[in-house]
DNA sequence: GCAGTGGATGACAGTTCTGTCATGCGAGGT
DNA sequence: ACCTCGCATGACAGAACTGTCATCCACTGC
């Protein structure tokens, strides 16, 4: 189960949030100071923190660099009644997750808890792992592998992600410049056909994968 | 470039808000009814969609709905000044990854769509792809890659599977037996070591990565 | 301390993957 | 009909992956 920490002063609302995210299934721990926040944050995982940014020790902007600098994939939901506008928008552009206002619905603070947690949090490993590609054909994000009339055709690497690349683009033309920048990470042709060569492959290993060819434009994985 | 779809019947947000977006850099298309933001976002692929509660024709709850059933990983950004906290906890319930109340400023607006749109390699198939694995690092089921600290490690198939499985018994011991018949589909052990030397290679990739051995039984991934 | 056992490590060869190149083929334009 | 350009195709070399082996090291029990 995942872990919060909250970090605000005011014990109240320690107390109030605690209950209801416990009593949604986290595990809370609270601390009422910024220092003291610190310390569980760098010598504990949480998978969430919960930061108020009027601390009495330091404020929440310097408690967030202290931690993210650190922890660049640490995940801080923001809760304040900030006035200023810049300031919210300086929290988020600092890397904050979310930023919910003060006073606020507690079923919305736990709608996005679990969002920001599901995230890139715990995914049980089976759902979401496959990708329709017709009937009774699909690809199985987690094995790299292709499904089609019940034969498993495994896909190396560059193939899978040639794949994957043009099925979230599916129904659209896919030029030439935008696969190699989006599959190989080229931002300029060399002057490669390569593109070309894995395209062949990938029909040979794939008959029933509809991709079909725009002249002098690109590729198209043909919506299904 | 990340492609945004608007969806509100006010003319002139609509106008600002593509202004807005496209000298941030985005590519902007808008609607200014569910039936043609419907048709926009289910025929050409976008990145995000900001979409308004109340339109003329449907409302935007089931402009939602429609469209992430047919695209679980859409990522829809709801704009509204929405009366009732309990519509609000609804669409990010209902599956949108954000909502924002109207009005804003549009530094805020900014500020959220880059946070939902970063990460842009992982984005759209990012959600539900990602296994943490201690604090700061994560499993990328999706790539085969170990991410800690802002550092991408990418995996061979071999390796990947490994953790995998690890990771899907995280804090059980797993015998070489096992893993040779999980991971390798051996169901005898031919008095082999690769299960050893996997071990010792993704120790070396993944420095961070606690694989406990223990002695005369196998391995286990210590527990988050 | 010493021997024995099991795991760790480094090096190696067969296999697969990856990208390049030369060539073949076919759609459009003239 | 012919030419031209662009995609398709097959072959190839370098790189990466995979599994084996020999050796080294550390823990365990004596």
């Given at each position: 189960?995942?872990?919060?920490?909250?970090?605000?002063?005011?014990?109240?609302l320690?107390?109030?949030?605690?209950?209801?995210?416990t009593?949604?299934?986290?595990?809370?721990?609270?601390?009422?100071?910024?220092?003291?926040?610190?310390?569980?944050?760098?010598?504990?995982?949480?998978?969430?923190?919960?930061?108020?940014?009027?601390?009495?020790?330091?404020?929440?902007?310097?408690v967030?660099?202290?931690?993210?600098?650190?922890?660049?994939?640490?995940?801080?939901?923001v809760?304040?009644?900030?006035?200023?506008?810049?300031r919210?928008?300086?929290?988020?552009?600092?890397?904050?997750?979310?930023?919910?206002?003060?006073?606020?619905?507690?079923?919305?603070?736990?709608?996005?808890?679990r969002?920001?947690?599901?995230?890139?949090?715990?995914?049980?490993?089976?759902?979401?792992?496959?990708?329709?590609?017709g009937?009774?054909?699909?690809?199985?994000?987690?094995?790299?592998?292709?499904?089609?009339?019940?034969?498993?055709?495994?896909?190396?690497?560059?193939?899978?992600?040639?794949?994957?690349?043009?099925?979230?683009?599916?129904?659209?033309?896919?030029?030439?410049?935008?696969?190699?920048?989006?599959?190989?990470?080229l931002?300029?042709?060399?002057?490669?056909?390569?593109v070309?060569v894995?395209?062949?492959?990938?029909?040979?290993?794939?008959?029933?994968?509809?991709?079909?060819?725009v002249?002098?434009?690109?590729?198209?994985?043909?919506?299904?």
């Open positions: 189960m995942s872990r919060i920490l909250i970090v605000d002063d005011e014990s109240g320690r107390e109030v949030l605690a209950r209801v995210l009593s949604a299934g986290y595990e809370v721990t609270s601390a009422a100071t910024a220092s003291a926040g610190l310390r569980s944050a760098l010598t504990e995982p949480f998978d969430l923190m919960l930061l108020d940014l009027n601390l009495p020790d330091l404020t929440g902007e310097q967030m660099q202290v931690i993210l600098d650190s922890q660049p994939e640490a995940r801080i939901l809760l304040s009644a900030a006035p200023d506008p810049r919210r928008v300086g929290v988020l552009v600092a890397g904050a997750v979310d930023y919910l206002a003060k006073p606020f619905v507690n079923a919305e603070l736990v709608a996005r808890v969002l920001r947690l599901r995230d890139p949090g715990t995914a049980p490993t089976g759902e979401h792992t496959r990708v329709a590609l009937p009774g054909a699909y690809l199985d994000l987690a094995r790299h592998e292709l499904v089609a009339a019940d034969t498993r055709t495994a896909l190396s690497h560059r193939e899978f992600d040639l794949v994957r690349y043009l099925i979230e683009r599916r129904g659209a033309v896919c030029t030439r410049k935008q696969l190699l920048a989006g599959v190989w990470g931002e300029f042709d060399p002057g490669t056909n390569v070309d894995y395209i062949r492959r990938l029909r040979a290993k794939l008959s029933p994968l509809p991709i079909e060819t002249r002098n434009v690109g590729y198209r994985l043909a919506a299904s």
